[in-house]
């Protein structure tokens, strides 16, 4: 499952944007590769990227997904992006 943060940016004109990272780590801290764990896990970037989120390397081992959403709907959506998580 990613991780998932919510927050929220304030921009120059002092308005408020409400934000869902999700991060997706690519690979395990075991040396062995796990074909259904990387399966899952391009599963899971999928799911996000068809529901709107963009999808950019953070490090070589992580993925950043991130979207942005109106403050009435970030509480559904954070709970989507959980969702999108699970087998």
């Given at each position: 499952?990613?991780?998932?943060?919510?927050?929220?940016?304030?921009?120059v004109s002092e308005r408020h944007?409400?934000?869902?990272?999700?991060?997706?780590?690519?690979?395990?801290?075991?040396?062995?590769?796990?074909?259904?764990?990387?399966?899952?896990?391009?599963?899971?970037?999928?799911?996000?990227?068809?529901?709107?989120?963009?999808?950019?390397?953070?490090?070589?081992?992580?993925?950043?997904?991130?979207?942005?959403?109106?403050?009435?709907?970030i509480e559904c959506e954070s709970?989507?992006?959980?969702?999108?998580?699970?087998?």
């Amino acid at each position: 499952m990613p991780d998932l943060l919510i927050g929220a940016r304030e921009s120059v004109s002092e308005r408020h944007s409400f934000f869902i990272e999700a991060i997706v780590n690519q690979a395990p801290p075991s040396p062995a590769v796990d074909v259904h764990m990387l399966e899952r896990k391009l599963g899971i970037l999928k799911r996000l990227m068809a529901m709107g989120y963009s999808l950019a390397y953070q490090d070589e081992l992580s993925i950043l997904c991130e979207a942005e959403f109106p403050r009435k709907k970030i509480e559904c959506e954070s709970l989507k992006a959980i969702l999108a998580g699970m087998p």
